[in-house]
């Protein structure tokens, strides 16, 4: 086998694979966006679940100062 780059009949994929893989540059910054896409998701549902937790427990405390008074 000779260096330089591979044949294009080694790069033939089927399914999802051809969007996804190692092997070409279109398949790597696919991976990377995915990667990055998952990350920024998995943030903003835990920032945004957070801060429905507290606006929950401030109506909670809000309900008891009106029972005891």
Excluded: W
């Excluded at 190692?22 to 679940?49: D, E, P, Q, W």
């Amino acid at each position: 086998m000779m260096a330089g780059p591979e044949t294009d009949a080694q790069f033939q994929f089927p399914g999802i694979r051809k969007y996804v893989n190692s092997h070409t540059l279109m398949g790597r910054m696919n991976c990377v966006l995915a990667t990055y896409g998952s990350i920024a998701l998995l943030a903003s549902y835990f920032k945004l679940r957070s801060k429905k937790n507290s606006a929950v427990k401030a109506t909670e405390k809000d309900s008891k100062l009106y029972l005891i008074c």
